[in-house]
């Protein structure tokens, strides 16, 4: 795959999320003293930027909630409980993409409404492109990784318990990074 600039065409088609090549992972503090990690295996999602027209953004992803993953079978459980995501009741993560401030060939910022619980809040990612090419197949392909923080309050995932010596259970502040692939099917 050769790297490039991104390409000025980029609105001409959508763009897929290439699951297969897409990372999105969380952190949070465990009883004060560790992080623990996660990920959801499952991604979709499409891209639509004219960069002549920052106000063109059309994005959409989700994460289904049931392919929440943190290595442990029984924290995974309750994470998909009422306490938590309650993935019965709201079986899916969305992230709309509203606008991106700065140059999307560098470093950026990307505004738009994440839904957690049915909770829709306005969430920043910082963002840094990683490349653009083609693939061997003549497909486009882009590259970016991404950062950003939430309060896991803000999105009624309120469950917690007290430690004999202060502090809680979980922490409330949630680290989430993104690495994603950007897939343009060849014509």
């Given at each position: 795959?050769?790297?490039?600039?991104?390409?000025?065409?980029?609105?001409?088609?959508?763009?897929?999320?290439?699951?297969?090549?897409?990372?999105?992972?969380?952190?949070?503090?465990?009883?004060?003293?560790?992080?623990?990690?996660?990920?959801f295996?499952?991604?979709?999602?499409?891209?639509?930027?004219?960069?002549?027209?920052?106000?063109?953004?059309?994005?959409?992803?989700?994460?289904?909630?049931?392919?929440?993953?943190?290595?442990?079978?029984?924290?995974?459980?309750?994470?998909?409980?009422?306490?938590?995501?309650?993935?019965?009741?709201?079986?899916?993560?969305?992230?709309?993409?509203?606008?991106?401030?700065?140059?999307?060939?560098?470093?950026?910022?990307?505004?738009?409404?994440?839904?957690?619980?049915?909770?829709?809040?306005e969430?920043?990612?910082?963002?840094?492109?990683?490349?653009?090419?083609?693939?061997?197949?003549?497909?486009?392909?882009?590259?970016?990784?991404?950062?950003?923080?939430l309060?896991?309050?803000?999105?009624?995932?309120?469950?917690?318990?007290?430690?004999?010596?202060?502090?809680?259970?979980?922490?409330?502040?949630?680290?989430?990074?993104?690495?994603?692939?950007?897939?343009?099917?060849?014509?």
């Amino acid at each position: 795959m050769t790297s490039t600039s991104i390409p000025m065409d980029i609105a001409s088609r959508p763009w897929s999320v290439d699951a297969s090549h897409t990372n999105v992972g969380f952190s949070v503090r465990h009883l004060m003293i560790s992080t623990v990690r996660g990920r959801f295996a499952q991604v979709e999602g499409s891209a639509v930027y004219d960069p002549t027209k920052p106000g063109s953004l059309g994005l959409r992803v989700s994460l289904p909630v049931d392919s929440i993953s943190t290595h442990n079978e029984q924290r995974d459980t309750h994470l998909k409980s009422a306490d938590f995501f309650d993935a019965a009741g709201h079986p899916e993560i969305t992230f709309v993409g509203k606008r991106v401030e700065g140059d999307v060939g560098g470093k950026f910022k990307l505004i738009g409404d994440l839904t957690i619980r049915g909770i829709t809040k306005e969430f920043v990612l910082n963002v840094s492109s990683e490349g653009a090419g083609s693939d061997p197949w003549g497909n486009e392909r882009l590259g970016f990784s991404a950062t950003g923080s939430l309060n896991r309050m803000d999105y009624g995932l309120t469950w917690n318990a007290a430690l004999e010596t202060g502090g809680v259970v979980v922490g409330d502040e949630v680290k989430v990074t993104v690495d994603v692939e950007l897939l343009r099917a060849k014509e």
